[in-house]
T-cell receptor, first 114, second 113 residues
Framework: SQQGEEDPQALSIQEGENATMNCSYKTSINNLQWYRQNSGRGLVHLIL?????REKHSGRLRVTLDTSKKSSSLLITASRAADTASYFC??????????????FGTGTRLTIIP | KAGVTQTPRYLIKTRGQQVTLSCSPI?????VSWYQQTPGQGLQFLFEYFSETQRNKGNFPGRFSGRQFSNSRSEMNVSTLELGDSALYLC????????????FGQGTRLTVV
């Protein structure tokens, strides 16, 4: 079953605007990862944030993690048409050996309008 | 270096048949995990292998099985296919330790008719 929810389920913005997606999870984690998926293809790894980190940046991506609220957010700045995709958060449970069992959120469908 | 390779990319099978999917991980990665993605259930964990041993298993029936070879390549098998097994099957490879990323292949699209 899905660990958590992503919010919103769908988001449409103009090119150049910023997009923010949120993810909530339920159990204790050792890390959280964000992935992008284009039209039913494979998942592309975007960023990993450890449970002891609060914020991480990678290019136009900014991820925050609040373990007290069991939530994370992904901010994409200066969006481009190529950012149109579904975005998923995935958590690695602290009870596992590593990231062998990721639990995924429901995903946010992001559409960038040119 | 090469990414995760899954074969075949597309597959059409008939109910009752069995199917074998293959996954070649990134060189140096010893962990391979398998996931099923469907519109209704989303991404669901199937199982994970590390150094030829199954370390973790999801809540799928025994018709779903897998194995890993000494070169870390992995296969998953689904026997007695059902229409509901139609899905995108994704494998992910990683070092298998905490705080390391899991990288996914392009997936195998299985259609059961």
């Amino acid at each position: 079953s899905q660990q958590g929810e992503e919010d919103p389920q769908a988001l449409s913005i103009q090119e150049g605007e910023n997009a923010t997606m949120n993810c909530s999870y339920k159990t204790s984690i050792n890390n959280l990862q964000w992935y992008r998926q284009n039209s039913g293809r494979g998942l592309v790894h975007l960023i990993l944030i450890r449970s002891n980190e609060r914020e991480k940046h990678s290019g136009r991506l900014r991820v925050t993690l609040d373990t007290s609220k069991k939530s994370s957010s992904l901010l994409i700045t200066a969006s481009r048409a190529a950012d149109t995709a579904s975005y998923f958060c995935a958590t690695g449970a602290s009870s596992n050996f590593g990231n062998e069992k990721l639990t995924f959120g429901t995903g946010t469908r992001l559409t960038i309008i040119p | 270096k090469a990414g995760v390779t899954q074969t075949p990319r597309y597959l059409i099978k008939t109910r009752g048949q069995q199917v074998t999917l293959s996954c070649s991980p990134i060189s140096g990665h010893r962990s391979v995990s398998w996931y099923q993605q469907t519109p209704g259930q989303g991404l669901q964990f199937l199982f994970e292998y590390f150094s030829e041993t199954q370390r973790n298993k999801g809540n799928f029936p025994g018709r779903f099985s897998g194995r890993q070879f000494s070169n870390s390549r992995s296969e998953m098998n689904v026997s007695t296919l059902e229409l509901g097994d139609s899905a995108l099957y994704l494998c992910a490879s990683s070092f298998g330790t905490p705080y390391t990323e899991a990288f996914f292949g392009q997936g195998t699209r299985l259609t059961v008719v």
